[in-house]
């Protein structure tokens, strides 16, 4: 068990809808990353949070948005959602928000992920 | 061209025989190198992170990194049954995303 939760663990829905994951990260750490993996595209970045601002961004599309709030726990949010969009969502966290401000880089924890299925 | 490249596989081994996972990458500003194993499209868990060019052991587990041939490798001795898996390289800059292999998928026969 990292210590990273997500919920839920399974979703399906139609396309157009809109779904939310939430994600709360280890006890200490204030850094937190949305990864997607996708059976053609393996495990590719979307998105940085640190302390409630976003820090970097990856190939996140303009549907997809994210947040992190004061009790450093985040929610992506899928919005007009297509077949594409089916896929295994994870969440991973991290103490520091840069790989050189740390000893040991900002080793990421993933959790268990959501399950997406877009029918 | 992919910044991190991975051989699929699948490799199957039987058990007790030396496993060699490898990647090859293109971004000289990789200098984080990690091993993450994946069970069944569960949440990658953290095997082995080196720092630069060098091995590091732990266990039946050994990573090597080779920066100037941009080669990364990881070795599993004595494998067993339950090291059938996943195992994803993941590269990172000086910043923060994590940048993946495809992953190779390993299965260790009794």
């Known amino acids: 068990d990292s210590g990273v939760t997500q919920t839920p663990k399974h979703l399906i829905t139609a396309t157009g809808q809109r779904v939310t994951l939430r994600c709360s990260p280890r006890s200490g750490d204030l850094s937190v990353y949305w990864y997607q993996q996708s059976l053609d595209q393996g495990l590719q970045f ?14 996140i599309l303009e549907r997809f948005s994210a947040q992190q709030f004061p ?20 969440c991973a966290s991290s103490v ?9 880089g900002n080793t990421q924890y993933f959790g268990p ?6 029918l | 061209q992919k910044e991190v490249e991975q051989d699929p596989g699948p490799l199957s081994v039987p058990e007790g025989a030396i496993v060699s ?21 569960k949440g990658p868990e953290l095997l082995m992170y ?11 587990f050994t990573a090597q990194v080779d920066k100037s041939s941009k080669y990364i490798s990881l070795f599993i001795r004595d494998s067993q049954p339950s090291d059938s898996a996943t ?3 993941a590269m990172q800059t000086s ?16």
């Open chain 1, 46 to 59: 979307l998105i940085q949070y640190y302390n409630g601002e976003e820090r970097a961004k990856g190939n």
């Open chain 1, 71 to 90: 009790d450093l726990h985040s929610e992506l949010n899928l919005s007009s959602l297509e077949l594409g969009d089916s896929a295994l969502y994870f």
């Open chain 1, 96 to 104: 520091a928000a840069l790989a050189g401000g740390y000893a040991g």
């Open chain 1, 113 to 118: 992920g959501t399950r997406l299925t877009v």
């Open chain 2, 21 to 41: 996972l490898n990647c090859t990458y293109s971004n000289s500003a990789f200098q984080y190198f990690m091993w993450y194993r994946q069970y069944s499209r």
């Open chain 2, 50 to 60: 080196t720092y630069s060019s060098g091995n590091k052991e732990d266990g039946r």
């Open chain 2, 87 to 89: 195992y994803l390289c």
């Open chain 2, 95 to 110: 910043g923060s995303r994590l940048t993946f292999g495809e992953g190779t998928q390993l299965t260790v026969n009794p």
